[in-house]
């Protein structure tokens, strides 16, 4: 079977990851990529790419079975229509897009052209989630009881240079928190209300630098978040999960599931339950499961691949990349106004 014809439009930091990794992958031939900034337009010629200054001149001249969007958050709308219009696939990377609107007009072109949208929620595409996911429903950890979720670390000054990272399309909530929304969707099901404070105490900037919230889940289970990108912390997912040589990794974890026969942290998968008479007073033992050695964004471009060949369905669709949309923009509503938000439709 020939390799499936990749384009990606975007070669910052995630975009470079996406294409080393499709490099890497012998069911990928990468065709083209568009980006405009200099130092990003070398780094991409050094890979002996084709490299293009427009995504309709990339659409227009490669003609890509699949296209990767990874710009800032505020062009992934306008970018992922027009590339499902041109008749390709879309991996569009979280989150779906800046508003709720600019969501739904994604979800709106992908039915009208009948083209399938990913979302780049790639931690749903690591085993160990899907180890976690199976524990889930078998019943092991019992009923649903609670989430303690923590998204905490310092980013530098440079990071903060583009503009967009200060401004509300860009921010924790929208760059960190919704992929932690996405797995606690991914594991403990529907979110259907929001509560929450934020603060950008810290930084002054238009946008939150620090949140904190509760949730509430269809099924009755509670959670709580800390979220934070001006501390100097370990607890985050990122730091922890060894899902790229970016960031030196420690030995926690950073997200807590508990029921009523046990309880899972994560991402690091230790499965905490007793062995006979559940009772406080009896030693708790606990089963440690080592991350894979395995990149969830490689696992994501295969699954691009077979959803463009038809041999698969989204790993992350458009749907669950909107519904973790909807509640990052509950957590500032909710900070807005000091009440909860409450998602009717989910119950």
Not at 225 to 249: G, H, K, M
């Amino acid at each position: 079977m020939k390799p499936c014809r990749l384009a990606v439009i975007g070669a910052g930091t995630i975009g470079k990851t996406h294409l080393l990794n499709a490099l890497q992958c012998p069911q990928i031939e990468v065709v083209g990529v568009a980006e405009s900034h200099a130092p990003a337009v070398a780094w991409v010629k050094a890979q002996g790419l084709n490299c293009v200054s427009s995504h309709l001149e990339l659409l227009e001249r490669f003609k890509p079975d699949g296209v990767v969007i990874a710009t800032p958050n505020d062009l992934h709308a306008s970018m992922t229509v027009e590339v499902l219009q041109a008749g390709c696939a879309a991996l569009v990377e979280k989150p779906i897009a800046d508003t709720l609107a600019n969501a739904r007009a994604i979800q709106a072109a992908a039915q009208q052209t009948g083209r399938p949208v990913l979302v780049g929620h790639q931690r749903r595409h690591n085993p160990i989630m899907h180890q976690a996911k199976a524990m889930v429903q078998e019943g092991r950890l019992g009923r649903p009881v609670c989430v303690t979720g923590m998204s905490t670390w310092y980013k530098d000054e440079a990071y903060f240079e583009p503009a967009w990272r200060r401004t509300l399309v860009g921010g924790p909530v929208l760059i960190n928190l919704i992929h932690d929304v996405d797995l606690m969707r991914f594991l403990f099901g529907e979110i259907v209300s929001v509560q929450a404070m934020v603060s950008n105490a810290t930084r002054g900037f238009e946008v939150e630098d620090t949140a904190v919230m509760t949730f509430r889940f269809a099924n009755g289970a509670l959670g709580t978040f800390t979220l934070s990108d001006t501390a100097v912390a370990p607890w985050n997912y990122d730091l922890a999960a060894q899902e790229t040589i970016r960031f030196p990794q420690q030995e926690v974890g950073a997200l807590f599931f508990s029921g009523t026969q046990g309880s899972l942290s994560l991402p690091r998968l230790d499965f905490w339950h007793y062995e006979g008479e559940r009772h406080w007073e009896r030693p708790i033992t606990v089963t440690r499961t080592l991350p894979m050695a395995q990149s969830p964004y490689l696992l994501q471009l295969l699954n691009f691949v077979e959803v463009i060949r038809g041999q698969a369905q989204p790993v992350c669709s458009a749907q669950d990349g909107l519904r973790a949309l909807e509640v990052a923009w509950a957590v500032r509503e909710s900070a807005q106004t000091g009440q909860a938000v409450h998602f009717d439709v989910y119950k």
